[in-house]
């Protein structure tokens, strides 16, 4: 391992300085293996959230007025210096989140792979010309920075899904405030160094570490300077964020929680469907909006497809992200296994059947083992609730309409999967399911070239792909006139 603690910093970045909080004030980061105390980091307030959103508003002027290509250069160079350092990113990101190295490498590339595209949208953002409507006149549009955006991120990708929202916003000409999770705020100081390695100019990138997140999002939802936010989380933080930020109309794009169905029709390939359900259930220990939570499977494959399932999770090794072999590391906290926890003693109760794991060795700090729940019903909190983590509750179905019902009686709509050869049954499931994701015969649909986002309360807007920029910049419409 190179040296990591170069990219280990325990200050914030704001306007191009590493700064403290005026009184001192620090919160502790712990590594969610063993507790232990990895850094500590400043606990920054309304004051601070304040200045930065200020040096972010002075660093517009110049940023916006740069031609699209400078833009491109700086994040292309962000993104080689993010992957000619990606082992010490990926290593500091399993100190603070937990999950297995190769999970935390494939985040870091991941993170990175957005940067690249989004220096290269840079220079795509096209306006038109539109038929006018009287002979002396000309109608055009163009296109423009939204102005400052605030970016509020989660601790399940603390790399990806801040290059996920600040990529595209530098790109548009937006000057960013990120504010990372509470948890995780190591990886995002990380890219703070790696920003000024860049040669970003200073106030076009801050971070603002604190432990006071109701404090300082109230800040960035209600100060007028702040143009847009950016956001990712639960649907229920989601809601608080777009109602204070009614009072001053501020865009919002919102990445919310999922409930995602996983539907193995009779004609699927089972070996296919258990490769899928191990890609999309276990990801991160089942901390990924888009991991399935509820595996809905035909009643005549039923036997056959849990024998498997179960052979599969068994073998997966639990334990600390940085030992070799890894699959599932700890959750990010306690409260994270007493939740899911409840979930199974829940289930049990209403009369589910624990095929695999199910118990927690409380000898062994934050671990969940990964966990096969059978004959799941609608009743049960784990058919109804986000689980966040490395439970598979499996579902019998019999017809197609009624898993699709099934399916879609959730308020969520962020990501879906279902698994079937029959080409005329992929069309209709694809269109019949209420979400804005649907993996067919995969349970990988994660990538920068495609658009990432959910309907009904999965949120607003859309990340990655030629569509993730948009969702930073204004379209204006101008008429030349008196031709
Ligand atoms: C998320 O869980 O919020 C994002 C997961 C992904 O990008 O695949």
Not at 25 to 51: C, H, M, Q, Y
Request: proline residues 4%; aromatic residues 8%.
């Amino acid at each position: 391992m190179r040296d990591y603690k170069r990219f280990l910093k325990e200050k914030a970045y704001i306007n191009g300085e590493w700064v403290l909080e005026s009184n001192g004030a620090t919160f502790e980061v712990r590594n969610p293996f063993d507790n232990s105390k990895i850094a500590e980091v400043p606990d920054l307030g309304r004051e601070e959230t304040k200045e930065a959103i200020s040096a972010a508003q002075v660093a517009l002027e110049d940023w916006k007025n740069e031609t699209a290509e400078y833009r491109a250069k700086l994040l292309k160079k962000l993104f080689n210096l993010q992957l000619e350092f990606a082992d010490e990113l990926a290593y500091i990101l399993t100190l603070e989140q937990g999950k297995p190295l190769t999970e935390a490498l494939g985040e870091i590339k991941y993170g990175a792979s957005f940067i690249e595209w989004f220096s290269e949208e840079a220079r795509r953002t096209y306006g038109e010309t539109i038929p006018t409507n009287a002979k002396n006149r000309r109608i055009l549009t163009i296109k423009q920075p939204v102005g400052v955006v605030a970016a509020i991120t989660p601790w399940n990708f603390p790399n990806a899904m801040i290059t996920r929202k600040i990529a595209p916003a530098l790109a548009a000409g937006c000057t960013v405030v990120v504010k990372p999770a509470e948890s995780t705020p190591l990886s995002a100081l990380a890219i703070g160094i790696l920003a000024e390695m860049a040669g970003i100019p200073k106030g076009v990138i801050n971070i603002i570490t604190t432990n006071r997140p109701i404090e300082v999002g109230q800040e960035l939802t209600s100060n007028p300077i702040i143009k847009k936010i950016s956001f990712t989380g639960s649907t229920h933080v989601g809601k608080i964020l777009m109602k204070q930020c009614a009072n001053s109309v501020k865009k919002v794009s919102m990445e919310l929680g999922g409930n995602a169905p996983f539907i193995v029709f009779d004609d699927a390939d089972i070996n296919t469907a258990v490769e899928g359900v191990i890609a999309s259930k276990f990801r991160n220990s089942g901390q990924t909006c888009v991991c399935t939570n509820r595996i809905f499977v035909h009643d005549s494959i039923y036997d056959e497809f849990t024998y498997k399932l179960s052979k599969e999770v068994t073998k997966m090794k639990v334990g600390n992200g940085v030992e070799k072999d890894t699959v599932i590391g700890p959750l990010i906290n306690e409260s994270a296994v007493n939740f899911l926890s409840d979930l199974v003693e829940d289930a049990s109760t209403k009369g589910a059947e624990v095929i695999v794991g199910g118990s927690l060795d409380k000898e062994k700090g934050n671990f969940f083992p990964p966990t096969i729940l059978g004959n799941v019903n609608e009743e049960m909190d784990v058919f109804n609730k986000e689980i966040f983590g490395s439970i598979a509750p499996l579902i019998r179905f019999s017809k197609e309409e009624e898993v699709i019902a099934m399916a879609n009686n959730t308020p969520y709509g962020l990501a879906s999967y279902f698994f079937s050869k029959d080409y005329a049954r992929i069309w209709r499931v694809s269109e019949a399911l209420d979400y804005g994701m649907v993996g067919v015969n995969t349970g990988k649909i994660s990538t920068t070239v495609a658009p990432f986002g959910g309907v009904k309360e999965s949120g607003i807007g859309r990340e990655g792909s030629k569509y993730g920029i948009e969702e930073y910049l204004e379209i204006k419409y101008i008429c030349v006139g008196g031709l």
